[in-house]
């Protein structure tokens, strides 16, 4: 079964969309990051048993920085917990589901990670996590 692990928020200006998320939620972020990798600075935020993730992307070939100059500002993709990240990949992949990356590979948050594209998925990038163990 797969839980919701977060929602992803892609945004221009991370210091801005801290102070807004933390004006909407009443919390603070949890956990801040760089990832470099990727090239974006994350943050988490939670309430209650929900995850929101704010993406800055900070180069200008990151997919963050791409996503916010061709769509704007907002939700850029939901991803679901697993237990294991592996099997659920050969299971998707089965099922006809096309992945961007053809292994998991660490993300934010002590996270293995892995993305569906969002061809496959109603126009909705999903992204499968499991925690680094």
Known sequence: ??????????????SEANGLYYRLLGVEPYKTEYVESEGVNTSFFKVGGTKIEL???TTEDSAITKFV????EGIHHIA???????AEMERLKKEGFALLNE??????DNKLVCFVHPKSATGVLVELTQEIR
Request: charged share 30%.
């Open 55 to 57: 993406l800055e992307g």
């Open 1 to 14: 079964m797969l839980n919701v692990e977060h929602i992803g928020i892609a945004v221009k200006n991370f």
């Open 103 to 108: 292994a998991p590979k660490k993300g934010a």
């Open 80 to 86: 679901f917990e697993v237990e294991d990240i592996y």
């Open 69 to 72: 100059e061709k769509r704007g």
